[in-house]
């Protein structure tokens, strides 16, 4: 078992920063992709992007790439999603999700989840 818990979300005006964390716990290993989703009200759940938990690779949505970066730190078990440029469609609530396998843009696929942090961006 996996447990995923996010923090960091909250109300920013358009332009501006956030950094959401993801914290890890449970039986991980170097073979989990984890990854970002995000849910706006009444839409489906879309991929933002993805990193594996060993090596460098990330993978991004085309429609937050050069804005968002995911990065890990192994030592504190946690992921992070830098948010860069915000606009006010980037609202929604953010999801972090981990698969052992990999990476897939398809919400379906991945194992766990955490309870969601919301994001508000206000024009």
């Known amino acids: 078992q996996v447990q995923l818990v996010e923090s960091g979300g909250g109300l920013v005006q358009a332009g501006g920063s956030l950094r959401l964390s993801c914290a890890v716990s449970?039986?991980?290993?170097?073979?989990?992709?984890m990854a970002w989703f995000r849910q706006a009200p009444g839409k489906e759940r879309q991929f933002v992007g993805a990193?594996?938990?060993?090596?460098?690779?990330?993978y991004y949505a085309d429609s937050v790439k050069a804005r968002f970066t995911i990065s890990r730190d192994n030592a504190k078990n946690t992921v992070y999603l830098q948010m860069n440029s915000l606009q006010p469609e980037d609202t929604a609530v953010y999801y972090c999700?981990?698969?052992?396998?990999?990476?897939?843009?398809?919400?379906?696929?991945?194992?766990?989840w955490g309870q969601g942090t919301q994001v508000t961006v206000s024009s």
């Open positions: 999700a981990a698969r052992r396998a990999a990476p897939t843009i398809t919400a379906k696929e991945y194992d766990y």
């Open positions: 449970g039986r991980t290993s170097s073979t989990y992709v």
């Open positions: 990193i594996r938990w060993s090596g460098s690779s990330t």
